[in-house]
T-cell receptor, first 117, second 114 residues
Framework: GAVVSQHPSRVICKSGTSVKIECRSLDFQATTMFWYRQFPKQSLMLMATSNEGSKATYEQGVEKDKFLINHASLTLSTLTVTSAHPEDSSFYIC?????????????FGDGTRLSIL | AQSVAQPEDQVNVAEGNPLTVKCTYSVSGNPYLFWYVQYPNRGLQFLLK??????LVKGSYGFEAEFNKSQTSFHLKKPSALVSDSALYFC????????????FGKGTRLSVIA
């Protein structure tokens, strides 16, 4: 079945550090990928929609200069949390949908737990 | 605007008993409906989807869901719960136009007690 690989699974770093998270679709092409953020015991909050070869579309309230998204190929999207601070600590999850089918489910990576000290 | 409601934060059921996790939705037009499961510190795993056709949809691990258009519901069910089914379950919806993202409910934590 369709697999989405997300790396790294866990990051612990100092305040002010920039952190890059990679999301890869392993056996399908994804024109669009999605980045979510999940707070403890809460649902997934869509941060942005990543489009291959064009700028990402950010949801209201999400700082595009803080959360840089690059979707350089049909199988890779990256999220960079720039100058991270403790309030950026969270569980970040990427998702991708096969480009070939409009009713295909979104497949999710295993998430990245980001802890900023 | 699309929205999903999961009215129960927590569902407890004894092992071997049937389980139901409720979901209602609001979307213009005919939706695509999904159920996902999340285990601790993991991403979401796809369980099943409703696109069109039979209202009863069968998915992974013995789960099924019934689409009810008049009640705008898509409840998740399983005839006999297992302890290993204990997890966080999310209902999701998206419209049929364009490449729109999923909209999730807040999640329901299922605990199956041996």
């Amino acid at each position: 079945g369709a697999v989405v690989s997300q790396h790294p699974s866990r990051v612990i770093c100092k305040s002010g550090t920039s952190v890059k998270i990679e999301c890869r679709s392993l056996d399908f092409q994804a024109t669009t990928m999605f980045w979510y953020r999940q707070f403890p015991k809460q649902s997934l909050m869509l941060m942005a929609t990543s489009n291959e070869g064009s700028k990402a579309t950010y949801e209201q309230g999400v700082e595009k200069d803080k959360f840089l998204i690059n979707h350089a190929s049909l199988t890779l999207s990256t999220l960079t949390v720039t100058s991270a601070h403790p309030e950026d600590s969270s569980f970040y999850i990427c998702s991708a949908r096969d480009s070939q089918g409009g009713n295909q489910p979104q497949h999710f990576g295993d998430g990245t737990r980001l802890s900023i000290l | 605007a699309q929205s999903v409601a999961q009215p129960e934060d927590q569902v407890n059921v004894a092992e071997g008993n049937p389980l139901t996790v409720k979901c209602t939705y609001s979307v213009s037009g005919n939706p695509y409906l999904f159920w996902y499961v999340q285990y601790p510190n993991r991403g979401l795993q796809f369980l099943l989807k409703y696109i069109t056709g039979d209202n009863l949809v069968k998915g992974s691990y013995g789960f099924e869901a019934e689409f009810n258009k008049s009640q705008t519901s898509f409840h998740l069910k399983k005839p006999s719960a297992l302890v290993s089914d204990s997890a966080l379950y999310f209902c999701a919806v998206r419209g049929r136009s364009g490449n729109t993202p999923l909209v999730f409910g807040k999640g329901t934590r299922l605990s199956v007690i041996a």
